[in-house]
C-alpha cells in the first residue's frame, strides 16, 4: 500500500500565491504519474492537473490553466503543486493522486490512489 501525503494547505487572500507538497511512502514512483484534485463538501472532486512520471508532460483543468502548474520532485516521488493568483472559487481540499500508469493524467479516471487532502481556502 502505498500512502500519499500532502501538506501546505491554509488560508491566504485572493490573489496570493500557496505551494502544496505531496510525497509518496511505501515506494518510490519512479515511473508513475501524479497529479492533483480538488473537491467542495457536496460536490464532485475536480480534476486539477497531472504530471507524467518525468516531470515532462503535464495537463491542467482550463480552470486553473496559467495560474497553477506541477513539479515533479527529483526522486519522482515528490510533487509541488504551485498556485498563483488564487481566487475564492479555488477555495476546496487539494488531494494528491498517483496513477498506475506512467503517462501524465488528464482527468480524475486516470488515478487510482489518493492522500487524505489538505485544506485550502482563499478569502478576504
Known amino acids: 500500500q502505498v500512502r500519499l501525503h500532502e501538506s501546505g494547505g491554509g488560508v491566504v487572500q485572493p490573489g496570493d500565491s500557496l505551494t502544496l507538497s505531496c510525497a509518496a511512502s511505501g515506494r518510490s514512483f519512479t515511473n508513475n504519474g501524479m497529479g492533483w484534485s480538488r473537491q467542495v463538501p457536496g460536490k464532485e472532486r475536480e480534476f486539477v492537473g497531472g504530471?507524467?512520471?518525468?516531470?515532462?508532460?503535464?495537463y491542467f483543468a482550463d480552470s486553473v490553466k496559467g495560474r497553477f502548474t506541477i513539479v515533479r520532485g527529483v526522486a519522482k516521488n515528490t510533487m509541488t503543486l504551485q498556485m498563483d493568483n488564487l481566487k475564492p472559487e479555488d477555495t476546496a481540499v487539494y488531494f494528491c493522486g498517483a496513477s498506475p500508469k506512467g503517462s501524465a493524467p488528464r482527468g480524475v479516471q486516470d488515478f487510482d490512489n489518493w492522500g487524505l487532502g489538505t485544506q485550502v481556502t482563499v478569502s478576504s
Open positions: 504530471v507524467s512520471y518525468a516531470g515532462t508532460q503535464k
